[in-house]
């Protein structure tokens, strides 16, 4: 049966390692010690597609950036993918 239609969701748990910040417009590289983005992150996935092509969107309810350290904001994702 070819095209299978499928409807998924679960949990993601992110762990950052490593992270620098950089920003374009005026040029400035910040230190580790002024933005701190939170090393753990946990979001919700959906994802709805057939066995070749599927969407997907991805979203975080916590903040983004350690309290005091960045601008609040939480991480919203979505796109397609392919199977093969």
């Given at each position: 049966?070819?095209?299978?239609?499928?409807?998924?969701?679960?949990?993601?748990?992110?762990?950052?390692?490593?992270?620098?910040?950089?920003?374009?417009?005026?040029?400035?590289?910040?230190?580790?010690?002024?933005?701190?983005?939170?090393?753990?992150?946990?979001?919700?996935?959906?994802?709805?597609?057939?066995?070749?092509?599927?969407?997907?969107i991805?979203?975080?309810?916590?903040?983004?950036?350690?309290t005091?350290?960045?601008?609040?904001?939480?991480?919203?994702?979505?796109?397609?993918?392919?199977?093969?």
């Amino acid at each position: 049966y070819k095209n299978k239609f499928f409807i998924a969701a679960g949990i993601n748990l992110d762990v950052s390692i490593g992270t620098r910040l950089k920003q374009k417009d005026p040029k400035i590289v910040y230190k580790k010690e002024v933005v701190t983005l939170n090393p753990i992150q946990v979001s919700g996935t959906l994802r709805i597609g057939t066995e070749d092509l599927y969407g997907f969107i991805n979203y975080t309810p916590m903040e983004m950036f350690k309290t005091g350290t960045g601008p609040r904001g939480q991480r919203l994702s979505a796109g397609l993918g392919l199977n093969f």
